[in-house]
């Protein structure tokens, strides 16, 4: 009889000499003729079948669009299809550098341009390795691929993601955090507007949600948000967020950034309720110095962060009265603040918004209902803005503002009424008219 000890040594080397196999599963692993070693370790052979168009290649982040047929490589069942996009008449998309994808495809599909057809062959450290994937890709396999790169695109970063700023990584940076509102940070730069240089610096400091400060658009804001400390990237702005002092007026650009430093302001969960009320009281401070100088971008920027920090209530539950006052006090000045910051950007929809918000908070304030009136002026609401009118000269009898609006918007209510009964018996002359000429003709054609 085996002793149990026997057994499991009997196991642990059938273990090893299974893994050795694996291991050297490899070495039989031989290219065709014409391929090119993309990988610089002979993991990853490529032939170009069909050259693509232009010099550009796509960038790590970047989400590429690639029809591809896959096919085992070598051994007994060499040519077998596995899988392929053609046969579903969809492109496969993934973003490029990410780890989305076996790592021989991140290799080769960067090495593209548009429109390039190519076979790629993969040792199967670079496809599946030891574990192959399911029945259809046995372990150790290497693997082929037949790839066509239809197209690519960056990153939207823009806020609204309305495809106003795109990324295209250059170089990656380090680790994964990245500046927030607040943050300061140091770029080096490269603008240009078609292809001509307007502006190239070094060693440029900002706030971020402040970049009009260091004579940059909007758009470079929100670029240096999607990056990490030492990553460099080039970013597509369209006009709407390439205002700025050092930009050519109405055109769209493209800034080279690389981020070399940033000092990251703490979030709101990295502070206690009485650091987050501190925090608040300086944000609220900073955007009402640049709602004074009529900076109303950077204003919105500083009063929505006093939102980010006080909006959730359930930290200060157990807290004493006046800190729970202090939060309710500075959350409604923040929202007022912002209703009236929307009205004056033209913006009457978040206006109303934030003026709702307000309400909830303070169901007598008058400012929230005054500016709500007028957003709803703006909107031609005027039944709706003459009650917020009407509720504001209820709380505050005195208001001469507000019983001029209110006589305003009943105002416009006559006066739409009046449009409206036009427009009515306009339609109904052209009714009469119609009935008349459809009676003559009948009569004409009895």
């Known amino acids: 009889l085996i002793s149990s000890q026997e057994l499991t040594n009997t196991f642990i080397n059938l273990k090893e000499f299974s893994s050795k196999m694996s291991d050297s599963a490899d070495n039989d692993f031989t290219p065709p003729e014409g391929f090119a070693d993309i990988s610089g370790d002979g993991g990853v052979y490529k032939k170009v079948l069909t050259e693509g168009v232009g010099e550009v290649t796509p960038s790590v982040e970047d989400s590429v669009f690639v029809h591809y047929t896959g096919t085992l490589f070598g051994g007994d069942r060499d040519g077998e299809k596995f899988d392929s996009s053609r046969d579903r008449n969809e492109p496969f998309s993934f973003k490029l550098g990410a780890g989305q994808v076996i790592k021989g495809w991140d290799e080769a599909v960067k090495t593209m341009r548009r429109g390039e057809v ?82 190239s610096r070094t060693g440029v400091s900002f706030e971020v949600g402040l970049a009009d400060e260091a004579g940059l658009p909007q758009g470079v804001d929100f670029a240096v948000r999607s990056m990490t400390k030492g990553e460099k990237a080039s970013f597509s702005v369209s006009e709407t967020y390439a205002q700025a002092q050092n930009v050519p007026a109405n055109a769209a650009v493209v800034y080279e950034l690389e981020l ?7 979030e709101s969960w990295e502070l206690n309720e009485e650091e987050k009320v501190a925090q608040a009281e300086l944000l609220k401070a900073k955007g009402t110095e640049y709602f004074k100088k009529s900076k109303m971008r950077p204003a919105l920027t500083y009063y929505n962060r006093v939102v980010d920090f006080l909006k959730w209530d359930s930290g200060f539950e157990d807290k004493p009265e006046e800190l729970r006052q202090q939060r309710v006090a500075l959350l409604l000045a923040a929202r007022l603040n912002l209703s009236l910051v929307h009205f004056k950007l033209g913006d009457h929809r978040q206006c109303i918004e934030e003026a709702d918000e307000a309400i909830k908070l303070n169901a007598d304030a008058a400012k929230a209902y005054f500016r709500r009136g007028q957003a709803r002026m703006a909107t031609h609401d005027y039944d709706e803005a003459r ?60």
Request: proline share 3%; aromatic share 8%; hydrophobic share 35%.
């Open 260 to 266: 070399t430093d940033f000092e990251k302001m703490k």
């Open 118 to 199: 190519c076979d790629i062959v993969l040792r199967s450290d670079y496809a599946y390795g030891k574990s192959g994937s399911g029945a259809k890709i046995p372990p150790n396999a290497a693997l082929k691929f037949n790839i066509e790169l239809i197209r690519w695109e960056g990153e939207d970063v823009s806020e609204a993601k309305d495809k106003g700023v795109i990324k295209h990584c250059l170089r990656k940076g380090e680790g994964y955090q990245k500046p927030g509102i607040g943050a300061m940070v140091t770029v080096n730069l490269v603008g240009k507007h078609e292809g001509r240089e307007f502006d």
């Open 387 to 446: 009650e917020d009118f009407e509720k504001v000269a209820q709380l505050e009898p005195g208001n001469q503002a507000a019983a001029q609006q209110i006589a305003l918007a009943k105002q416009r209510i006559i006066e739409e009424k009046n449009r409206q009964k036009k427009t009515f018996y306009g339609m109904f002359d052209k009714f009469a008219q119609h009935d008349s000429a459809a009676q003559v003709s009948c009569s004409l054609i009895d």
